[in-house]
């Protein structure tokens, strides 16, 4: 039917069909079961039954056994007799191998396409999360983020967050003034979980050019299949929260990039969020409201979350809650805890009176599982046991050179391989650096040459008091000696006015002057 997705036979018999309702495919949804169940082959039908209905899909691959997805399956293979078997038990009569759209993406760049995001994009609080960082720590880093807005610093990669925490410390006496303590030990723990994370790969995870989620959204044109993006999370899953962090901020972009559609007939995209306990563990409260606002309010923007996990007390109540298609394979009761989560997840169900859920859960085989899905208006379905339906595609993963073709022939091929490193805080502050650097050193250069240059100052002062004591002593000689010489010849003058030739002179001239009267 195209508005469902066969997921397996029910009742008595296995024959009654039991559908996930394409219109209801968005209230969310849980895959859970012990070890060695049957949740991998789960979600594979669930991926293909979405890819058919033209509704594309990611997912992360953490055996690496959903690469099969890109390649149909084989009557060849050794279990064909037992699929067609199954097939005909819960009237699955339209079964056929075919392939899907599969596109190969990594954080690392080895099995797939590079995926990137930036530390901007990533957000302090996410980042807290993953650094593990206390309170402290990550007001710290809240204060580094809005020091980048507010003075156009762009965090891009690690080295740019690296780069501008080092200039916080540097300028920490400032800024615990406006910002309250930023103390030295703080700065210092966060850069050493950033190295943790460089030293797991983080640097792969932080650049550009950043992942464009249209990408994860598209559909095939000559088919009219959905998109089925594979995450590459066999080698992720070695730093668990580096492979968290990267989902859920994946998921947020999502919530807040995607506009608002209402109640769509089906999914925009469907969302897969594999070993979900690793997103819950020792995880803070504010981190847990975000997912569970972002679970509450993503559906109305044509987004479906499905959580695969080993039992269902791994996901907090408050988001368990908002997850109405359910697939429950079984669960094993060891200890008196096993038993008491096995009471509390046979109790979400709605109860079926052919049998007792909490039993059910208990003893369904491999393959098998207890269901319960959404429906008219949505309401849940009534429990039901069910054989799940056999894969379309190849059970099992492929070989590293059939993925090295679907890369080579993705539409993904080039766009992200090579990563850009533009000019960024680093780039910046360094900028900055070299700057402030290159005038310390002029006015060091400047002062050491006033260093030099003050001796011979001094001695060309001291040259020249000395010259111009001797010209002084030299003009008050000259001086001295015409005064006496005047002064001498003034008294010779004096004594010849005195004598009988001076006053011959004086009648003379007086004579001279009164002539005429």
């Known amino acids: 039917m195209e508005n469902h997705i066969f997921i397996g036979g029910g009742g008595d018999s296995y024959d009654v069909p039991q559908e996930l309702n394409l219109k209801y495919a968005n209230r969310h949804g849980l895959i859970a079961g012990a070890t060695g169940t049957g949740k991998t082959v789960t979600l594979q039908i669930l991926a293909e039954g979405f890819s058919n209905a033209g509704?594309?899909?990611?997912?992360?691959?953490?055996k690496g056994d959903l690469s099969g997805l890109a390649k149909a399956g084989a009557e060849t293979h050794k279990l064909h007799d037992a699929f067609l078997s199954r097939c005909a038990k819960i009237g699955f009569d339209t079964f056929a191998y075919e392939t899907f759209p599969v596109t190969f993406w990594d954080l690392f760049g080895a099995q797939g396409h590079p995926v990137r995001t930036t530390v901007a994009e990533m957000g302090p609080l996410l980042l807290s999360q993953l650094l593990e960082l206390t309170e402290a720590q990550e007001g710290i880093l809240n204060i580094a983020f809005r020091l980048a807005d507010e003075d156009g610093l762009p965090l891009m990669d690690l080295k740019d967050l690296q780069s501008l925490l080092v200039w916080v410390g540097q300028n920490a006496k400032e800024l615990s003034l406006r910002y309250g303590n930023v103390s030295s030990q703080s700065i210092g723990a966060i850069q050493r979980r950033l190295l943790v994370i460089e030293n797991q790969g983080g640097t792969k995870l932080f650049g550009e050019p950043a992942l464009d989620l249209m990408d994860l959204m598209r559909v095939d044109g000559k088919t009219g299949k959905g998109a089925i993006n594979i995450l590459a999370s066999d080698q992720l899953m070695q730093a668990p929260k580096l492979y968290a962090t990267f989902l859920l901020w994946l998921l947020s972009e999502l919530f807040e990039e995607l506009p608002e559609v209402g109640d769509p007939d089906k999914p925009k995209l469907v969302f897969f969020f594999d070993e979900a306990h690793l997103l819950f563990e020792d995880a803070p409260k504010a981190l847990i409201d975000k997912v569970e606002q972002v679970a509450r309010l993503i559906?109305?923007?044509?987004?479906?979350?499905y959580f695969i996990t080993q039992n269902p007390a791994d996901v907090p109540e408050d988001i368990l809650g908002q997850l109405g298609n359910r697939i429950q394979h079984a669960l094993r009761a060891f200890t008196a805890k096993d038993q008491k989560q096995l009471r509390m997840a046979a109790d979400t169900y709605r109860p079926n009176p052919r049998f007792e859920t909490e039993e059910a859960i208990r003893d369904v085989g491999v393959g098998e599982a207890v269901t319960s899905m959404l429906q008219k208006k949505g309401v849940p379905g009534i429990v039901e046991r069910t054989l799940i339906r056999p894969p379309s595609s190849q059970l099992g993963p492929i070989t590293q050179a059939e993925r090295a073709s679907v890369m080579s022939e993705s539409p993904m091929a080039g766009k992200y391989d090579a990563a850009i490193d533009r000019e960024s805080a680093f780039e910046l502050l360094k900028a900055r650096a070299d700057k402030a650097a290159a005038a310390a050193a002029a006015a060091e250069e400047a002062e050491e040459e006033i260093e030099l240059q003050e001796p011979r100052l001094r001695e060309f002062n001291q040259a020249r008091r000395y010259k111009g004591a001797r010209v002084a002593r030299s003009t008050s000689r000259q001086r001295r000696q015409t005064e006496g010489l005047g002064a001498a010849v003034a008294q010779v003058v004096i004594k010849e006015l005195?004598?009988?030739?001076?006053?011959?002179?004086?009648?003379g001239i007086l004579g001279s002057m009164f002539k005429g009267r």
């Open 498 to 507: 005195k004598g009988t030739t001076g006053r011959r002179i004086v009648r």
């Open 299 to 305: 559906r109305s923007k044509g987004v479906g979350v």
């Open 55 to 62: 509704v594309p899909v990611f997912l992360s691959d953490v």
